[in-house]
């Protein structure tokens, strides 16, 4: 599947949102190898052995995030949800940090925290805080059109 | 750069519901050897679905997986010219990056599609989610203070965060888990997020010359100052868009006349489809975002 990877690339040189080294473990391999970290642009994580060369990206996206074992977590997608990523951290309290970044980092969380807000803006003001951006209409944003 | 292309894909076509489907005809990009560009330009029908800031593309309608995917951060998305009719294009940034060129079936379809690619990115996504918290806190203030028993006012959990694409509503119980930003500033009061513009400073500032010149965006209606393109907040790297000398009078008559501005319009600019000024006659009373091209009078 071909795809816009320097687009991505130049996104993974933004500032990020969270960086770290981390252990990184690919699925397959056995052994670990040190890498960088970046939470970037929402749903692009991408780690990098260097400053400068992303070496990959993961799409955050219909993916979970599960504490592992100490320092330990890892990302699995859900349709092979066997197949880990895994991240071992320097400290228990980076580790969880790292998990509720990335937790929030879904295109999915967002919209739903935007469903969540605007519903409640409606209930306590009577009025909808998207008429005013004329995205009011836009199915993407209707209470109960996605699944959970 | 390594990419987890089979989750991905696997994304494209599960049955999350898209926010916007349809056949549109990409631009095929050749490079070109020779010296003097001879190019015919030729174009593919693909399926193109758009799921949050991934449009995918497939070749068939019914096919089980797409054929690339544009990820849509960092780009701009604006009406383009082109031999074809009801043709857009989306932009990036970086300056040597290409352009994909889509043309859509007809004029409702290429609305459509550009509000929607328009906004599909995380970043956009954010912005609005930061102006509706902070709405929502002075909604909760003003009410508190109108009802003078904050005690009557619980607010309500904010969706309980599971996994990715998996959170829940706390319904009746759940742990805040919240959206907020870590990185956000405290009472700062920006403008109504605007989809993300063209970073790079328009180079020409001869007079509307040859290429298009993706330009004018238009804030809130009603304000004479609407043309003066207010920072689009959130952005960490700002530019200041150096405008042609005609467009600046474009912009000062619009305010003025936009019936003026009409007629100049038609007049400055050759050949220029309705459309064009359609948009404007729709950013003068009701805007969130409007791209302009103007093509040089040659």
Not at chain 2, 88 to 103: Q, T
Not at chain 2, 235 to 245: A, L, M
Request: with cysteine.
């Amino acid at each position: 599947m071909r795809y816009n990877e320097r687009e991505l690339l130049s996104l993974a040189r933004q500032p990020a949102e969270k960086a770290a080294e981390v252990l990184m473990r690919l699925p397959k391999k056995g052994s670990g190898e040190r890498e960088t970290v970046a939470l970037a642009g929402g749903t692009g994580q991408t780690f990098s052995p260097g400053l400068f060369q992303p070496i990959g990206a993961l799409l955050l996206e219909q993916c979970r995030i599960i504490k592992e074992e100490e320092n330990v977590f890892s990302i699995s997608f859900v349709e092979e949800p066997e197949r880990k990523y895994c991240f071992e951290c320097d400290s228990e309290e980076q580790c969880q940090e790292w998990i509720e970044a990335l937790k929030r980092a879904s295109y999915e969380f967002m919209r739903r925290s935007l469903i969540f807000y605007r519903n409640e803006i409606q209930k306590m003001t009577g009025k909808d805080p998207l008429e005013q951006y004329g995205i009011s209409e836009e199915a993407r944003f209707q209470l109960g059109t996605h699944k959970q | 750069m390594k990419l987890n292309e089979r989750s991905v894909a696997h994304y494209a076509t599960c049955d999350s519901p898209a926010d916007h489907a349809g056949f549109l005809r990409k631009r095929v990009e050749r490079h070109h050897h020779h010296a003097h560009h001879h190019h015919a330009t030729s174009y593919q029908r693909r399926w193109f679905v758009l799921k949050g800031n991934l449009l995918f593309y497939f070749e068939e309608k019914e096919s089980r997986e797409p054929v690339g995917l544009v990820v849509l951060e960092g780009c701009t998305v604006e009406l383009c010219e082109a031999a074809e009719e009801f043709a857009f294009a989306i932009r990036f940034d970086d300056a040597g990056a290409r352009a994909y060129v889509l043309v859509a079936d007809g004029q409702a379809a290429m609305e459509a599609w550009v509000k929607a690619l328009s906004r599909a990115s995380f970043d956009y996504m954010r912005l609005v989610v930061r102006e509706l918290e902070k709405q929502l806190e002075e909604a909760s203030k003003t009410l508190a203070r109108h009802l003078s028993n904050p005690a009557l006012l619980p607010l309500q959990e904010k969706p309980t965060v599971l996994e990715n694409g998996y959170s829940t509503w706390g319904s009746g119980g759940g742990v805040p888990g919240g959206a907020a930003c870590p990185d956000r500033d405290g009472g700062h009061v920006k403008p109504p997020p605007l989809p993300p513009r063209r970073r790079s400073a328009v180079g020409s500032t001869a007079c509307f010359s040859k290429l298009h010149i993706p330009v004018l965006v238009a804030s809130s209606p009603g304000t004479d100052r609407a043309l003066q393109s207010p920072q689009p907040p959130g952005n960490t790297t700002t530019t200041t868009q150096e405008y042609s000398p005609l467009l600046k009078r474009l912009y000062f008559r619009w305010t003025k006349h936009s019936f003026f501005f009409f007629f100049f319009f038609k007049e400055a600019v050759l050949h220029a489809p309705l459309f064009y000024v359609r948009n404007l006659c729709y950013a003068f009373h009701d805007v969130v975002n409007v791209c302009i091209l103007c093509r040089g009078a040659e």
